[in-house]
């Protein structure tokens, strides 16, 4: 049988297994704050309805960018948009989601808008 482990050495390992445990929460709490646009795009689930390229449940990004190149409000109405859902003729929705804050919204929104065929 294996001698047990002194004490010390045992809380040693405990605290190891604890930052194992507890450091990609951190990472994935902390990636919210600051994130690439990309990645609250997968944090906030978009990519589930949409594609940058392709058109899924929801239109690809890219033809969102098409569709609004040039107009400058664009931005300030989309931002919202991401928050409250859309209410759109057709018969296709985007649900709200209001766990979104403005701050990532608008990153998303940018990016999207950015995007190029
Ligand atoms: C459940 C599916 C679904 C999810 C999840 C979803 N969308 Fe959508 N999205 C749609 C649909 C469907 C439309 C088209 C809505 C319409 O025509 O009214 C749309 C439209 C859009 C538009 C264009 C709106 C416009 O007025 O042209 C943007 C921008 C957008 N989504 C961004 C996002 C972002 C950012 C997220 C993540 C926070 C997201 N979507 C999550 C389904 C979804």
Redesign the pocket.
């Known amino acids: 049988m294996p001698a047990p482990l002194p004490i010390a050495a045992q809380r040693v390992r405990v605290k190891a297994i604890r930052l194992l445990l507890l450091a990609p929460l951190t990472l994935a709490g902390g990636m919210v704050h600051a994130a690439s646009p990309q990645a609250?795009?997968e944090h906030?689930?978009?990519y589930?309805?949409?594609a940058e390229q392709e058109t899924r449940?929801?239109?690809a990004?890219v033809d969102?960018a098409t569709?609004?190149r040039g107009d400058a409000r664009a931005e300030g109405?989309?931002v919202p948009?991401?928050r409250k859902g859309?209410?759109?003729?057709?018969p296709?929705?985007?649900?709200p989601?209001p766990e979104?804050s403005s701050a990532d919204?608008r990153t998303?929104?940018r990016y999207?808008l950015s995007l190029r065929k």
């Open positions: 609250l795009l906030y689930r978009c589930v309805c949409h449940t929801g239109p990004f969102v569709r609004y109405s989309l948009e991401v859309t209410h759109g003729s057709g296709w929705r985007m649900p989601h979104v919204a998303m929104v999207i």
